[in-house]
């Protein structure tokens, strides 16, 4: 006798039998004791999850003479034809061998004739979408009325190709995706029963390879079986050309940190392995939707199936990216996935992605772009020096340290400060804004924007220029914290004064900023990254005054 592969010697035979689609058993189930059967079926899911082998039962339950438990019995006349594919009473039709009208006006011809000994006649029509306008609309007339003894059921991992008009006309049910651990537990389930030695870890490499696809680990477990008797997951990386899972994760970690260097290195050492480069990038994809979910959620155990060290190892790279970092690397990772599928080439086009990844962790946030822009020579962050010949601290009337003021009139004006170290307003501001700083660090990097313009016992004056002015309304709504900590420097309760300062009249060549802008790496960067263009550019504007 000859060999009979897994997947069709494991095929279900009872409803039970079926993995992962409890929900459409239990449909089954109740429609068969209660007598409610449509005469059409619609089974849409992704490719070996069970909708033909579901077809198949349903047909048996129903032509079945010793049904128990609502469940075909499988050793009737009717039943065993069915399991041998000899019943004349259930045609199978393949969807894509028959794509014309004319088999459709075949098909019709045959409906009309009642069934050899069966209940029912039934058709199974395989990938269904595959049928060309003309046969679905030669369809429609007999599956809106056909006789009482005829049942369709379609099958289809296209359900969105099929008429809107079928569609209607069917009892739709969709198929689910099976997880990885109800496929790994009916893998435990066959190799206890075939005597298979293979290591856990390489169940697990099958669980995950066939995504989500009970016949794929089938097949995958066949040819591993057909290769040793005694699988181990060294000899089946090997087999499947599928790259360890250290270095996926050693190379997803080379990509966080941007040394494009050691990925290349990476991938020159997996292509000499002959890993298939293909596969590496599914799993890369993979790998950087796991650790996004990781960085989103708190349950990345359950959702992901994991156990909690495979969750702390994601935890730790996740944590060395931010969501928007990584959001960019995942939709970059995304397009390269389809390039590297359909390249000549799969090896330079995936080290040509790879590049584009590494310029994402040296991306910088819109608004420390602006401050950069700002002011080029300066840090991010950094406090803004006031010019020294805007002040002068001179000793005052009755030998008190104070400071003199130039106001906008001319006239100068003195700050007596309380305690025994007398400052200069500079010493006073750079001394609130590192106080300030320690309660909230971005209100900090806000007031360093500012430049201070006049300082007595009773006010403090700060401006904001051009761009920067933008900045006054955050500034202002947190005076409530400010003011307190400025009394405790100063000894006054001094009134905050915020103003954003006229722009000053400059003919601004356009033409020039917009090459300054463009020769800017960070913008040059975000361009290649977004393949955009610079279409305008314009100076910063400023707003009106603001007081607390």
């Not at 069915?82 to 061998?97: L, N």
């Not at 000894?491 to 400059?506: A, V």
Request: glycine share 6%; charged share 25%; net charge neutral.
């Amino acid at each position: 006798m000859s060999y009979i592969v897994l997947a069709r010697k494991w095929r279900p035979q009872r409803f039970d039998d079926l993995v992962g689609q409890e929900s459409v058993v239990k449909t089954f189930k109740n429609a068969l004791s209660s007598g409610k059967i449509v005469h059409a079926y619609l089974f849409s899911g992704p490719r070996g999850v069970g909708k033909t082998t579901s077809a198949r039962l349903l047909a048996k339950a129903l032509n079945c003479t010793q049904l128990s438990e609502n469940e075909p019995c499988g050793q009737c006349v009717s039943c065993k034809a069915i399991t041998a594919g000899s019943s004349v009473d259930v045609i199978e039709i393949d969807g894509a061998s028959n794509t014309g009208v004319d088999a459709v006006r075949e098909l019709r011809e045959t409906v009309k004739y009642a069934p050899s000994g069966s209940k029912y006649k039934i058709y199974i029509i395989d990938e269904v979408h595959m049928l060309s306008t003309p046969a679905f609309n030669a369809l429609l007339k007999t599956l809106e009325e056909p006789p009482p003894h005829v049942i369709f059921i379609f099958a289809t991992t296209e359900p969105k190709k099929i008429l809107p008009t079928i569609l209607s006309r069917c009892q739709h049910h969709a198929f689910r995706r099976m997880t990885k651990g109800r496929i790994k537990e009916q893998l435990n389930k066959i190799t206890s029963a075939e005597k298979i030695n293979i290591q856990e870890a390489a169940l697990d490499m099958i669980a995950k390879a066939a995504d989500g696809s009970m016949r794929d680990a089938l097949t995958l477990l066949d040819q591993a079986y057909s290769f040793s008797n005694d699988i181990t997951a060294e000899e089946l990386q090997g087999l499947l050309g599928l790259p360890e899972t250290e270095i996926v994760t050693n190379l997803c970690g080379t990509i966080l940190s941007g040394d494009i260097s050691r990925t290349l290195s990476i991938i020159k050492e997996l292509t000499d392995r002959g890993s298939d480069l293909r596969q590496l990038t599914r799993e890369l994809v993979e790998n950087f939707r796991n650790i996004a979910i990781v960085k989103v959620t708190e349950d990345a155990e359950g959702l992901l199936e994991f156990t909690q060290e495979e969750v702390q190892k994601l935890k730790l790279h996740a944590s060395a990216v931010s969501i928007e970092q990584l959001t960019l690397l995942l939709t970059e990772l995304l397009r390269l996935e389809g390039e590297v599928r359909n390249a000549v080439h799969p090896r330079y086009t995936l080290e040509l992605g790879l590049l584009r990844t590494s310029f994402v962790k040296g991306m910088t946030a819109i608004e420390d772009i602006l401050k950069m822009l700002g002011d080029p020579g300066r840090p991010v962050g950094t406090p803004v020096a006031e010019p020294a010949s805007r002040e002068k601290a001179v000793p005052s009337e009755g030998s008190k340290t104070g400071v003199i003021n130039e106001t906008e009139t001319g006239s100068n004006e003195i700050l007596p400060v309380s305690g025994t170290d007398n400052l200069c307003k500079e010493d006073v501001w750079q001394k609130l804004i590192k106080r300030v700083d320690a309660e909230d660090h971005l209100l900090a990097c806000k007031m360093s924007e500012a430049r201070v313009l006049h300082l007595n016992s009773t006010e403090l004056s700060i401006g904001f220029n051009g761009g920067m002015s933008v900045l006054a309304d955050s500034v202002k709504s947190k005076t409530s914290l400010i003011k307190p900590i400025l009394k405790s420097i100063s000894g006054h309760n001094l009134k905050l004064k915020i103003l954003s300062l006229p722009k000053e009249e400059t003919n601004i060549d356009k033409k020039k900023m917009k090459e300054e802008v463009v020769a800017e790496p960070l913008v040059k960067d975000a361009l290649r990254i977004f393949d955009g263009s610079l279409i305008k550019v314009n100076p910063l504007e400023d707003r009106g005054e603001l007081n607390e």
